[in-house]
């Protein structure tokens, strides 16, 4: 895409997003400190917060009571109906999580968004798809797999070909697209500002080039656009994956299939 005259630039790819081990290790990587980090970070200011609650509120109390009701009405009770309360507090934090280790890829200090890593993007999927699991079991007990497998209504004919696809719905479509969807926004916006940036660094030092130099410039003040714009992708995407669990979990809970 840019002209290599002047040498001395590498396209970003895949090799971006690898880190070497960190304190002589294999498995501490950054990104893991990373949700290492968001974790603390997540239950430390809730709890804070929790403790500190005034009448009238202040800027952090607003800001965080803005967070907490939007989940709570906006996802939790809409979607899981009368019995959404015991689910507020794990749709609320793992809206937090998502969302801070999303804008991780924006702070000047990390720049770089956690789930960009596919195999953590696996974990959180995980641990939904046990929560979701779990809640079913909790709600219908064993009869969970024939609510979950057989929509109510369908006649005894048809199981031969509905419990296949509704297993393949729910406990493996559901898993995989929740996963790859967070990861592919993450992952190629985080692409998309490193060839902004790196790019656009050399253009804008490519000697005896005004062009290039001008051009250069214009992509560095653009990455910084998009920056701002992933910063917005990053809190949408991870609403959007707090409201598929909450649906999860409540066609998991429901009563009729």
């Given at each position: ?21 960190l ?7 950054k ?31 607003y ?6 009701d939007?989940?709570r ?34 702070l ?12 953590y ?14 809640a ?69 030092t490519?000697?005896g ?49």
């Amino acid at each position: 895409m840019i002209p290599m005259e002047g040498g001395g630039y590498t396209a970003p790819g895949l090799d971006d997003f690898k880190f070497e081990g960190l304190f002589g290790t294999d498995w501490i990587t950054k990104p893991m400190l990373q949700a290492v980090i968001a974790a603390v970070v997540v239950v430390v200011v809730w709890a804070v917060m929790a403790r500190r609650l005034r009448v009238v509120p202040g800027k952090a109390q607003y800001v965080m009571e803005l967070i907490y009701d939007s989940i709570r009405n906006g996802v939790g009770r809409d979607m899981l109906g009368p019995g959404f309360r015991p689910y507020i507090g794990l749709l609320v934090g793992l809206f937090s999580y998502v969302l801070l280790n999303n804008w991780f890829g924006e702070l000047f200090l990390f720049m770089f968004p956690t789930f960009s890593n596919i195999g953590y993007t696996w974990g959180v999927v995980a641990m939904v798809f046990v929560i979701y699991v779990w809640a079913g079991f909790k709600a219908h007990g064993p009869g969970y797999l024939r609510h979950a497998l057989i929509p109510e209504g369908v006649p005894w004919y048809l199981y031969i070909m509905i419990i296949p696809i509704e297993f393949i719905s729910t406990f493996i479509t559901r898993p995989l697209t929740l996963g790859v969807r967070l990861f592919a926004n993450m992952f190629a916006g985080h692409l998309t500002i490193m060839v902004f940036v790196l790019g656009g660094s050399f253009l804008l030092t490519y000697a005896g080039n005004a062009v290039y130099n001008v051009s250069g410039a214009f992509s560095l003040l653009f990455s910084f656009v998009m920056m701002g714009f992933e910063l917005f992708i990053g809190f949408l995407q991870a609403y959007i994956f707090t409201l598929l669990t909450a649906q999860y979990i409540s066609s998991s809970i429901s009563e009729n299939h």
